[in-house]
């Protein structure tokens, strides 16, 4: 009952004039940016985040989400209509919703993404609200010796589960660790790093980290790859949105499947929805009694990585939110957000900010039904979007970036740090280095390096503290595995080279 009370509060606080607005402009920002290809969620949020500043936590909070799930609506249009994936975890939409589009049932697939869409997001919200106060409860019982091994796990499954080399994710693990050390140390306030730069007192900004990895060289990637606007010849209309009876009921099993798979790739630390969607299509072909078929236009193949992506979106708040530990990049930006309004994400945020948590999770379900209402009428419009020139669309971002980081802090520096970080993410994105684990080292760092120095000094530097405590120890043995998981394939294959 106090749940359902809690719920009820939320809502009379989402529901104010103010938040609506901010949930309508992020959700269908999020569509929008969803449609266009190259420029993604995270690129926008962290456009967005220095605006935010001048707003309340809880709206600001709730304009981000609205972004970040509401891209994941609108990457599967341009993937189905223009095999054109908006996002990451559209991709896989496009393997059968594409043939679905050429084959003359484009409105079809558009239909069912967006039912299954909601669906997916839907449940995974009633899981966030049964779930998250019972993580967080746990987590009150959580010391600093807890927390450094469940925040060293997370940094390190973000490395080994990120796309690419396994030692690349770790590496810039390890980078994004050392950026966190710059600025006045938090236990003894000497400088580090700073190089003289008073600048650099308070650390780097994490904005112009966050604007240079994945806004900044987003444009320059593709100004560089001579990415032209793409033409338009698909016309959907309305009518031909209602899928078949056979579609409709094909659709049932795969949507509760996926959602089932996006829920817990959600709350697990670095997967997210790319990964929820791709492993929620091999569930489906592994299930299949045709998997043959799949990439052909099998409604399936939408239903589930749909249902999954929207599900795990949902479902990374759950551990941002209670335990403070974000799960990926767009979480890692959210918990920056909290933190640049003074709110501490963690156990105790429900309990000291309820009209936050709970007005955020009533958010959601309004957001979803915005974009429920707003996705199929307004896919034409959309597509539209597609039409303007790049040679227009990327200056705008760029201007908007330098608007955004100098109106903080009316910084310069940090406008030429934002810069010096598009031309390190333009060189990542050239040797294909993951930038996402960096900026979660980043952002758990100093964490980290709290909770570790805090432990030790409470059990006078002995290490034995880590491994006495059950929650520690688990974390640490898991994080074992992590790195032999990493290290053994490539052993056994060399063994095998020699015998």
């Known amino acids: 009952m106090d749940i359902l009370d809690s719920l009820l509060a939320g809502f009379s ?17 999020g569509m929008l940016i969803g449609v266009l290809p190259g420029i993604g969620a995270l690129a926008t949020i962290s456009i967005l985040l220095p605006f935010t500043f001048y707003l309340e936590p809880m709206i600001g909070l709730i304009m981000l989400a609205g972004v970040f799930y509401g891209a994941q609506y609108g990457g599967s249009t341009a993937s189905i209509l223009l095999n054109l994936p908006g996002t990451a975890s559209s ?53 600093s010796t807890e927390y450094f091994s469940v925040m060293l796990l997370s940094l390190v499954a973000a490395s080994t589960l990120s796309p690419g080399s396994m030692f690349k994710g770790l590496a810039m693990v390890v980078f994004g660790l050392l950026l966190g050390t710059v600025g006045a140390d938090a236990m003894t306030g000497v400088y580090r790093f700073t190089f003289g730069r008073l600048e650099l007192a308070e650390g780097i900004n994490l904005i112009a980290i966050v604007m240079g ?18 033409r338009l010849t698909e016309r959907v209309s309305l009518r031909s949105m209602i899928p078949s009876r056979d579609e409709s009921r094909r659709s049932v099993a795969p949507t509760f499947r996926g959602t089932l798979v996006g829920i817990v790739t959600g709350i697990l630390p670095g997967l997210g929805p790319q990964v929820a969607s791709f492993v929620a299509y091999a569930v489906e072909k592994k299930l299949s009694r045709t998997p043959e078929r799949f990439g052909s236009g099998m409604v399936e193949g939408i239903a589930a990585p749909e249902a999954s992506n929207n599900a795990s979106v949902q479902a990374a708040f759950i551990p941002t939110l209670t335990l403070g530990i974000p799960g990926d990049a767009v979480m890692a930006v959210m918990v920056g957000a909290l933190m640049m309004h003074g709110v501490l994400p963690g156990p105790q945020l429900i309990s000291e900010e309820p009209d936050l948590f709970w007005g955020l999770i009533a958010s959601f379900w309004i957001g979803n039904l915005i974009l429920l209402v707003l996705n199929i009428p307004l896919i034409g419009v959309w597509l539209q979007i597609l039409r303007i020139p790049y040679r227009l669309l990327y200056p705008s971002i760029l201007a908007l970036i330098c608007m955004g980081i100098y109106s903080i802090r009316n910084s310069e520096f940090d406008v030429l740090m934002a810069i010096l970080f598009g031309l390190v993410g333009y060189g ?4 294909e280095l993951p930038a996402a684990p960096l900026l979660l080292g980043f952002v758990l760092g100093p964490l980290v390096e709290e909770h570790l120095r805090r432990a030790l000094i409470i059990s006078r530097g002995s290490l034995d503290v880590f491994v006495t405590s059950p929650v520690s120890l688990a974390a640490l043995l898991l994080t074992a595995l992590l790195i032999l998981g990493m290290l053994l394939p490539p052993l056994v294959r060399r063994l095998r080279r020699r015998g």
């Open 13 to 29: 606080v989402a529901l104010s004039a103010h938040a609506l607005l901010f949930c309508f402009v992020g959700a269908s920002v």
């Open 213 to 230: 990895l994945f806004g900044i060289s987003e444009v320059l990637a593709n100004l560089a790859g001579g990415a032209q606007p793409t």
């Open 428 to 431: 990542m994105l050239l040797l």
């Open 91 to 143: 991709a896989v939409t496009a393997l059968d919703g594409y043939p679905m589009a050429k084959a003359g049932r484009a409105g079809s697939a558009l239909f069912v993404t967006t039912i299954t869409s909601f669906v997916g997001g839907s449940i995974a919200i009633v899981a966030m609200i049964l779930l998250a106060p019972f993580v967080a409860a746990i987590a009150l019982q959580f010391g």
